[in-house]
């Protein structure tokens, strides 16, 4: 279990998307509603390692699977940061202010919907999982694969949760870095679609 938390607040902590997106939910709708949104993002995080955990054995045997989840991740991180900055530039033409913007929807359905589009967990909680596996750091009984999976749902879930619970504090504190959120989320996007495109053409 330790070893999954230890995985879970690695995992969080790559992808700042996440983590800032918490804080526009909170800053938007309210903590509770930023708290449902970790809940979501957490849940897609324990089913994520729970399939790589579960399934290291098969990813191994048609690594093409994980390849094909690479290939696409570039396009799905180059949409989002294109929605992402296109909404930024919205903000800024209306001049809105986030904490008054209508917020409609489940907090926690686009949490879980969010974490899910970023096909890159799954390859980094396999390789993670791989590595505990083969050195024999994680025992390969159904116990063990079961506690990995709930540390790092409980990592995720902490961790989402206290930057929902930091949002207030982090908009008094970093004030420009909150005004300009959407930019940030969509330039940390477009950055993980070059890297991820780099690291599969060359």
Partial sequence: MLFGLAAATAATCFPGML?????SVTLRAGRR????????????FTSQAALAVFFASYFTAHPSILTFMRQWAVLVFLILAAFF?????????QAEDPDTRP???????RGVALALMNFLT????FAVCGWLLADGYLAADLGSRLGFTVGVGA????????YARSARWMQRRAHF???????????ILAILAVVQGIRIYF
């Avoid at 509603?33 to 897609?44: E, I, L, V, W």
């Avoid at 990592?155 to 206290?162: E, P």
């Fill in 33 to 44: 509603a930023g708290y449902r949104f970790g809940m979501g993002m957490a849940t897609a």
């Fill in 103 to 109: 917020y409609h929807g489940s907090a926690f359905l």
């Fill in 85 to 93: 900055l296109v909404k930024g530039f919205r903000a800024k033409l």
């Fill in 177 to 187: 870095l909150t005004r300009n959120i959407n930019f940030l989320l969509g330039g």
């Fill in 19 to 23: 983590n800032m997106n918490s804080v």
């Fill in 155 to 162: 990592g995720a879930l902490t961790i989402f949760g206290a």
């Fill in 122 to 125: 799954v390859p980094y909680f």
